[in-house]
């Protein structure tokens, strides 16, 4: 049975009210700001940080534009991909892991998120490493993003866009401490900085579930060669 024409009117109506400027962020387009009480670290996660059209619409960019790498690592001697697929865009060059990433100028995209996430963190980034999770089999280790280039206390912005994966943090040495979970969802942002990255460290294991694509953005600061 086809809806009556009011539904669709109202569903127009709604979807058209939805603010469309992507730098709106605030309470009104409905973002939710989660704080957490956890010892040597400063976490802030910013649920619905985008609207989902605004969110699926950059996820269909960013998968298109994106000049998406396949790197490699060495692992007990044996070299293999890395489980996600990487790419870096900003001002100056960057590494980790052994891993030195090309650099791209940042594209219009790109520009546009670093842009709204500047302005709702009062903070300036250089570059983004981009992650591109295509299922529930890629996933990323545990690390902290402490290089040296990123300075002392390292202020990182990372945006989701996509299937929701689990994204966990555990304390480097109080092992009384839970490990924690946050659910990075489609148009978020978490923003990690004091001391977070010298005494947690973070994941984002594989899951055995039917999940979809996911990519993930974490913005830096790029400090120093
Ligand atoms: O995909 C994520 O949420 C985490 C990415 C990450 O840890 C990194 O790029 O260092």
Redesign the pocket.
Known sequence: MKPPLLLYLLLYLLDNITPMNLFNTDESSGTTIHTFDLPDADIVFYEHFFTNRQSDELFKKLKENIRWQQDKIKLYGKIIDLPRLTAWYGEKAYGYSGITMPVHPFTDELQLIKSAIEKATDTKFTGV?L?Y?RNGNDS?SW?S?DEKELGKNPIIA?V?FGAT?T?QLRHKTRKDLKKQAIS?SNGSLLLMKGSTQHFWE?Q?PKTSKPIGPRI?L?FRDIQSH
């Open positions: 490493l992650n999770y990323v690390h993003d990372s989701s994966r994204f990075l973070h984002v993930n974490t």
